[in-house]
């Protein structure tokens, strides 16, 4: 986050997607005078991690709303229901994340990659974990019959996923978000009392627990937006939320622009897009929220937490991208580039968006490519800059055919291969 008149001055030397791809280090890095990248402890006693500030850029105990309200760009995290299934702690289908009591070392570590790619916020791994979806999953286990896989409240796992991102955040000077998901009680049709009830109680945990704001995301109706905003303003906490829609609206056919304009009276103060479409997708529905909420006459904050994958053939499908046939288990050959997501940050930028991450797919160098591509308008690079050189590092290879590669234009100028014959651009879902 800069002060304002550090914020105009990076702007007028804004570099453009053209020559923004991972700039040399030479040119970012600040001066011992200015605030070096220094480590806060010695690597052998600890493992947290380095954060580092220029003196006018320092953010410690400013809130989510004062980092956005002169302009700052903050920078959420990525995958961790995706990136948690890969790495066996995760079960697919269900996607719940019961990993934060069982296997905590595994969700704190993905936390520590995301804050050190230059993550400002941590947001709880509480992905559908409600009494109702927990309830939900073991009707489903019991009628498939299979065991379920743990006895764990919502309670339980959701106060464990909460210890986990303080204890990251607090490594930083970053934010933690206790976060809402949808019900299957909604589309079941349960009362608005019952569903309000159920994301009141994870509300309760995250708040107690001491979430800087909170975060209703993954929502395919903006009424049950609108009911879990109305539930999180409650708390009196700062609220986001966002919806997985794309250009053609929710699942009632509400246009993107209406949704904008009901989550933001409902009470959110930032509104936008998560999960199920790529980033380009995700713009034009973010356009869309914009004009609405300005005709609107809201001044709301937008956010964009994209998937890691492109789905340029399914811009128009409101289911995302679980109607491709590769999802969920060969989904690797659309995996955005780190070129791709800093072309995404730009244009999110630009287009005004100023709360930035992923969703499904995004790893943390993905992050870290959002966190470089902003840099000069953030005054500072991520904290594992030291070992990011970017396309400079390419200069000290033994290879002569890389350090050939070592400009921004070759890799800007690249069309990847996709390394085998038997490939499809697009598929029809």
Not at 9 to 25: D, G, H
Not at 129 to 140: A, G, T
Not at 245 to 251: A, F, S
Not at 381 to 402: C, D, H, I, N, T
């Amino acid at each position: 986050m800069m002060m304002v008149n550090t914020l105009s001055v990076m702007r007028r030397v804004m570099v453009t997607p053209s020559s923004s791809f991972i700039r040399p280090a030479s040119l970012l890095c600040t001066t011992s005078t200015g605030g070096s990248y220094r480590h806060t402890q010695q690597l052998l006693n600890t493992r947290r991690q380095d954060r580092n500030f220029s003196s006018s850029q320092i953010m410690l105990g400013r809130s989510l709303l004062d980092r956005l309200a002169d302009g700052g760009v903050v920078i959420g995290d990525g995958s961790f229901v995706f990136t948690l299934e890969k790495r066996g702690y995760v079960s697919v289908g269900s996607w719940t994340p019961e990993a934060a009591a069982l296997y905590p070392e595994a969700v704190r570590q993905l936390h520590r990659e995301y804050l050190r790619a230059g993550s400002d916020v941590m947001q709880t791994f509480t992905f559908y974990c409600s009494d109702d979806k927990i309830q939900f999953d073991k009707d489903l286990a019991q009628n498939a019959n299979q065991s379920h896989r743990h006895n764990l409240t919502s309670a339980e796992i959701n106060n464990s996923a909460c210890d986990l991102a303080r204890e990251v955040a607090d490594e930083g000077d970053a934010l933690v978000a206790g976060s809402l998901s949808p019900l299957p009680a909604y589309v079941e049709k349960k009362s608005k009392a019952y569903i309000q009830e159920e994301f009141r109680k994870q509300c309760e945990v995250y708040v107690k627990k001491g979430a800087d704001f909170l975060l209703g995301e993954f929502y395919a109706h903006v009424e049950e937006a609108e009911w879990a905003i109305e539930t999180m303003k409650e708390f009196n906490k700062p609220v986001a939320c966002t919806m997985r829609i794309c250009t053609v609206g929710d699942m009632d056919g509400v246009s993107p622009g209406d949704c904008a304009v009901r989550m933001a009276k409902a009470g959110a103060d930032v509104v936008g897009v998560n999960c199920m479409y790529d980033p380009d997708i995700s713009l034009k529905t973010l356009s869309l929220m914009k004009d609405g909420l300005k005709s609107a006459g809201l001044k709301t904050y937008l956010m964009a937490q994209p998937v890691g994958f492109h789905t340029q053939e399914i811009d128009s499908n409101p289911e995302g991208y679980i109607a491709l046939p590769e999802f969920p288990f060969a989904m690797e050959p659309r995996l955005l580039t780190r070129i791709d997501v800093q072309n995404f940050a730009r244009k999110a930028f630009e287009l005004g968006v100023q709360y930035l991450g992923g969703c499904c797919g995004f790893e943390p160098y993905h992050i870290r490519a959002i966190a470089e591509e902003l840099s000069q308008e953030r005054g500072k690079r991520p904290p594992g800059a030291a070992m990011s050189p970017g396309v400079e590092g390419l200069k000290l290879s033994f290879y002569e055919e890389q350090r050939k590669k070592a400009n921004v234009d070759y890799w800007n100028n690249l069309t990847p291969a996709a390394g085998r014959m038997n490939v499809k651009k697009v598929v029809t879902p």
